[in-house]
Nanobody, 117 residues
Framework: QVQVVESGGGVVQSGGSLRLSCAASGRMSSIFAMGWYRQAPGKQRELVAN????????NYADSVKGRFTISMDNAQSTMYLQMNDLRPTDTAVYYC??????????WGQGTQVTVSS
Protein backbone atom coordinates (compact mmCIF):
# COMPACT_ATOMS: atom_id res chain seq x y z
CA GLN A 1 0.00 0.00 0.00
CA VAL A 2 1.18 3.52 -0.86
CA GLN A 3 -0.09 6.87 0.35
CA VAL A 4 0.48 10.17 -1.44
CA VAL A 5 -0.26 13.60 0.01
CA GLU A 6 -0.13 16.86 -1.92
CA SER A 7 0.68 20.28 -0.53
CA GLY A 8 1.66 23.72 -1.73
CA GLY A 9 -1.47 24.93 -3.47
CA GLY A 10 -2.82 28.42 -2.97
CA VAL A 11 -3.88 31.64 -4.61
CA VAL A 12 -1.44 33.51 -6.82
CA GLN A 13 -1.64 36.33 -9.32
CA SER A 14 -1.16 35.76 -13.02
CA GLY A 15 2.55 35.49 -13.81
CA GLY A 16 3.37 34.21 -10.33
CA SER A 17 4.88 30.93 -9.17
CA LEU A 18 4.00 28.06 -6.88
CA ARG A 19 5.70 24.80 -5.98
CA LEU A 20 3.60 21.75 -5.29
CA SER A 21 4.89 18.80 -3.29
CA CYS A 22 3.71 15.21 -3.21
CA ALA A 23 4.99 13.18 -0.28
CA ALA A 24 4.77 9.43 -0.78
CA SER A 25 4.97 6.77 1.90
CA GLY A 26 4.47 3.05 2.22
CA ARG A 27 5.69 0.39 -0.16
CA MET A 28 7.67 2.69 -2.44
CA SER A 29 9.56 -0.24 -3.96
CA SER A 30 6.36 -1.07 -5.88
CA ILE A 31 6.21 2.37 -7.55
CA PHE A 32 7.76 2.92 -10.97
CA ALA A 33 6.32 6.32 -11.98
CA MET A 34 4.56 9.34 -10.54
CA GLY A 35 2.74 12.24 -12.05
CA TRP A 36 0.69 15.39 -11.62
CA TYR A 37 -2.83 15.73 -12.96
CA ARG A 38 -5.30 18.58 -12.70
CA GLN A 39 -9.03 19.03 -12.94
CA ALA A 40 -10.71 22.36 -13.55
CA PRO A 41 -14.43 22.87 -12.81
CA GLY A 42 -16.58 21.22 -15.46
CA LYS A 43 -13.60 19.60 -17.16
CA GLN A 44 -12.02 16.17 -17.21
CA ARG A 45 -8.92 15.40 -15.24
CA GLU A 46 -5.85 15.86 -17.42
CA LEU A 47 -2.19 14.97 -17.28
CA VAL A 48 0.13 17.85 -16.40
CA ALA A 49 3.45 16.02 -16.16
CA ASN A 50 4.87 12.64 -15.21
CA UNK A 51 8.24 11.18 -14.41
CA UNK A 52 9.86 7.80 -13.82
CA UNK A 53 10.80 7.06 -10.23
CA UNK A 54 14.46 7.13 -11.21
CA UNK A 55 13.99 10.37 -13.13
CA UNK A 56 13.25 8.86 -16.53
CA UNK A 57 11.19 11.07 -18.79
CA UNK A 58 9.77 13.52 -17.87
CA ASN A 59 6.73 14.24 -20.00
CA TYR A 60 4.69 17.44 -20.04
CA ALA A 61 1.36 18.54 -21.41
CA ASP A 62 1.85 21.03 -24.23
CA SER A 63 0.01 23.68 -22.23
CA VAL A 64 2.66 23.72 -19.49
CA LYS A 65 5.88 23.07 -21.41
CA GLY A 66 8.48 25.68 -20.65
CA ARG A 67 6.62 26.89 -17.54
CA PHE A 68 6.34 23.85 -15.26
CA THR A 69 9.10 21.52 -14.07
CA ILE A 70 8.54 18.12 -12.46
CA SER A 71 11.23 16.56 -10.30
CA MET A 72 11.82 13.68 -7.88
CA ASP A 73 13.70 13.53 -4.60
CA ASN A 74 13.98 9.79 -4.05
CA ALA A 75 15.73 10.20 -0.72
CA GLN A 76 12.65 12.01 0.59
CA SER A 77 10.15 10.03 -1.53
CA THR A 78 8.80 13.38 -2.66
CA MET A 79 7.80 14.66 -6.08
CA TYR A 80 7.65 18.34 -6.91
CA LEU A 81 5.99 20.52 -9.50
CA GLN A 82 7.53 23.95 -9.92
CA MET A 83 5.01 26.15 -11.68
CA ASN A 84 6.15 29.46 -13.14
CA ASP A 85 4.37 32.10 -15.20
CA LEU A 86 1.02 30.88 -13.96
CA ARG A 87 -2.09 31.77 -15.92
CA PRO A 88 -5.77 31.84 -14.97
CA THR A 89 -6.22 28.78 -17.20
CA ASP A 90 -3.96 26.86 -14.78
CA THR A 91 -6.61 27.19 -12.07
CA ALA A 92 -7.60 23.67 -11.01
CA VAL A 93 -7.32 21.04 -8.33
CA TYR A 94 -3.94 19.38 -8.76
CA TYR A 95 -3.60 15.69 -7.96
CA CYS A 96 -0.60 13.48 -7.39
CA UNK A 97 -0.63 9.96 -8.81
CA UNK A 98 1.68 7.02 -8.20
CA UNK A 99 1.77 3.97 -10.50
CA UNK A 100 2.79 0.58 -9.14
CA UNK A 101 4.25 -2.45 -10.88
CA UNK A 102 1.19 -4.52 -9.95
CA UNK A 103 -1.15 -2.20 -11.84
CA UNK A 104 -2.55 -0.35 -8.84
CA UNK A 105 -2.76 3.45 -9.07
CA UNK A 106 -2.68 5.64 -5.98
CA TRP A 107 -4.17 9.15 -5.92
CA GLY A 108 -3.84 11.97 -3.44
CA GLN A 109 -6.70 14.11 -2.21
CA GLY A 110 -5.71 17.09 -4.35
CA THR A 111 -4.59 20.64 -3.70
CA GLN A 112 -6.31 23.74 -5.07
CA VAL A 113 -4.39 26.17 -7.26
CA THR A 114 -6.13 29.43 -8.09
CA VAL A 115 -4.58 31.99 -10.43
CA SER A 116 -6.18 35.41 -10.47
CA SER A 117 -5.96 37.74 -13.44
Amino acid sequence: QVQVVESGGGVVQSGGSLRLSCAASGRMSSIFAMGWYRQAPGKQRELVANIGITGAGPNYADSVKGRFTISMDNAQSTMYLQMNDLRPTDTAVYYCKADSHNGVTYWGQGTQVTVSS
